[in-house]
């Protein structure tokens, strides 16, 4: 009988519900914080409490502003609660970090306005809840496209990881062969720190450095007056690498002098140092790397074919980035959250402008261009959010004319191109984005009609 009353009657409904507003409030998972216009709290419910640590609700409504209390990143950077005050939009899903006692943990809040009966604005609420688990669900999946430092869900990365499980336990000698900044250093140190001799010494050699004469130093050392300058013995880099990995970069750039000696090495495991007599034992991995088309150089007569073959006992290719377009949202966040940690900044996001023309452009750098380009935007960001603006010019520039040449119309798809920028660039605004154009109000609205913008769009 008495939920029949109610039903029949809309006011009786919301008296209920306010007599339960607490009892509602209370019984949710997201914490819920009231705050009034001078900042102070006025109602914080059971869940916020729990998150917050701070199980007692009496000594948090007198300890006065709520950053007091609250004291997420949000607070210090740019107070939530003001700008949704200001703007009059709400926010969803912001993410902020919490310090409570020696552990971080990550809160996704919404904020929304307070208002009385006449629409007038009294507060703001923050509702919030912990997204740290979620977080760390993320990383765990993220983890499987991951090896080491080598970041990849294409299925290219995945025969690459493969491989690298497979041939890092072993003693195998790895030939890696890809394009300048593909990551052959991180594929070498991946192979050393997963294998028995992750104890030992990771030497790098970068071949193409140095001459014919000085590289035979490096890599064999060499004896007190066997050359001019040589004042003292030297110990080499396979030396350093006993019972450890050498690691030889663009091993296609050493002379036919130098290859007879690394092939002795490889097959006997001994050498002499320069202007040296006595024969050194050694017992180091060998993985080399080069940008360079070995089998065409042995064709050629350039590189010893012996070599070639004693090199490639476990050949590893890595595929170009414009081979792994897909890749390359996985990378851009890998670079967000370290140029994050490297620069203490909070850019937490990237437009999807700004990540079409990413996915756009070809990368004859690879990945390290990659990272050069999100280093750039870091840079030129002053924000939470990459624009199209913060990239590199070139980037911008080869990225809309691939785009446009794509099309059937590539000059109607250039224009829309510099209108939506315009537009984009002005909030909208038609007369602004004229005259940045150069053209009348009535003439923008005509080609906004016939190229169908829209906003959005």
């Known amino acids: 009988m008495e939920l029949e009353k109610i039903e029949q009657n809309p006011g009786a409904v919301h008296k209920y519900l306010e007599i339960n507003s607490d009892i509602i409030l209370n019984s949710i998972a997201d914490g819920v914080v009231v705050l009034g216009l001078d900042h102070k709290i006025l109602f914080i419910n059971r869940a916020a409490r729990e998150l917050l640590g701070r199980p007692e609700a009496e000594d948090l409504l007198k300890t006065g502003k709520c950053s007091d209390v609250l004291g997420h990143s949000g607070c210090s950077f740019d107070c939530?609660?003001?700008?949704?005050?200001?703007?009059?939009?709400?926010l969803y899903n912001y993410d902020v970090t919490l310090e409570r006692g020696n552990k971080r943990i990550t809160l996704s809040i919404n904020t929304a306005l307070l208002k009385d009966e006449q629409g007038k604005v009294i507060g703001g609420i923050e509702i919030f809840r912990d997204n740290s688990l979620i977080r760390e669900l993320k990383e765990e999946i993220k983890g499987r496209y991951t090896f080491e430092k080598i970041v990849g869900k294409n299925y290219r990365m995945h025969e690459v990881f493969e491989l690298l499980r497979e041939v890092a336990p072993t003693k195998a000698t790895v030939l890696i062969e890809g394009e300048t900044g593909t990551g052959k250093e991180l594929i070498a140190n991946a192979i050393h720190h997963n294998s028995p001799r992750s104890e030992g010494a990771f030497i790098k050699v970068n071949c193409a450095a140095l001459s014919e004469g000085l590289l035979e130093s490096e890599l064999f050392g060499?004896?007190?007056?066997?050359?001019t300058g040589a004042i003292s013995d030297k110990?080499?880099?396979?030396?350093?690498?006993?019972?450890?990995?050498i690691f030889l970069d663009e091993v296609g750039d050493i002379t036919m002098h130098t290859q007879v000696k690394l092939?002795?090495?490889?097959?006997?495991?001994?050498?002499?140092?320069?202007?040296?007599?006595?024969?050194q034992k050694v017992d180091a991995r060998v993985i080399t790397a080069t940008n360079k088309d070995l089998k065409a150089m042995v064709e050629a007569g350039e590189f010893r074919e012996d070599l070639y073959y004693r090199l490639k006992v476990v050949p590893i290719r890595l595929p170009a980035l414009r081979e792994r377009k897909d890749d390359i949202p996985i990378l851009v966040r890998y670079f967000l959250d370290k140029f994050n940690r490297e620069m203490k900044m909070e850019v937490t996001n990237i437009s999807a402008p700004a990540m079409e023309q990413l996915m756009d452009y070809d990368y004859p750098g690879n990945i390290r261009e990659l990272e050069h380009v999100i280093e750039h935007a870091f840079v030129r960001c002053q924000g939470r959010t990459i624009n199209s603006e913060h990239l590199p010019k070139d980037l911008q520039a080869r990225g809309v004319i691939e785009r446009v040449m794509s099309t059937e119309e590539p000059l109607k798809a250039l224009e829309k191109e510099m209108i939506m920028k315009a537009l984009v660039e002005t909030g909208w605004r038609y007369g602004d984005a004229a005259a940045k154009l150069s053209m009348s109000r009535t003439t923008l609205w005509r080609r906004i009609r016939e190229l169908g913008i829209q906003k959005g769009s």
């Open 80 to 90: 939530l609660i003001n700008r949704t005050i200001k703007t009059g939009e709400h």
């Open 222 to 227: 060499h004896v007190k007056g066997a050359f």
């Open 235 to 245: 110990v080499g880099r396979f030396e350093l690498a006993d019972n450890g990995t």
């Open 263 to 279: 092939l002795r090495v490889l097959q006997e495991g001994e050498f002499e140092r320069v202007g040296g007599t006595k024969t």
